[in-house]
């Protein structure tokens, strides 16, 4: 059974930069069949793809953020990483990782989320 | 980016009741449309990928279909409504990147 577990700190300071890990178990971060990505929902409001990820390294950014997201991916670990820079209390929200599924690209295997705020 | 506009926003029904859900997107996205399923506190749950097929493990009453030509107007149907289902639903589309979701719709008990 494959499972997602983000982890990073709860609490940001304005213009710092936000960094979760997302822990894969159960399956090899290496298979050629899915992409890795973040995806996030401030509270009340609806889903935001922030990127992704293949096992090469080979990224793909939301426009809209790229300007300040790397996700970055650690195959001996089986983890893959979000940073997010220069933020601001609009960064706050539930951050998701998922398994995107290649090359349909629907997400089947979601984390739990993890809420990040962004306040002084 | 392609747009992605659901409707209704909000959705009041009764246990065994039909709900229909439509997601529009802006331009033709083949069959490249995906189904989530939140409940409050959750992560979303997949239910359909490629507009019809359904997930391993979700129930039959749930459907995905699209409609007309243009490859740009798809449904989801839940057939007889559940106390289960009482959730927010999120379409995806994966035609172009970047990914992008509907607004959701939220299905609430009458």
Redesign the interface.
Known sequence: QVQLQESGPGLVKPSQTLSLTCTVSGASISSGDYYWTWIRQPAGKGLEWIGRIYTSGSTNYSPSLESRVTISIDTSKNQFSLRLSSVTAADTAMYYCARIVSPNSYMDVWGNGTTVTVSS | ?IQMTQSPSSVSASVGDRVIITCRASQGIGR?L?W?QQKPG?????LI??ASTL?SGVPSRFRGSLSGTDFSLFTLTISSLQPEDFATY?C?Q?NN????????TQVQIK
Request: net charge positive; no cysteine; aromatic share 22%.
């Open positions: 980016d490249w995906a989530y959750k992560a979303p749950k997949l990928y490629t997930q999120y995806q994966s990147l970047p990914l992008t979701f509907g607004g959701g």
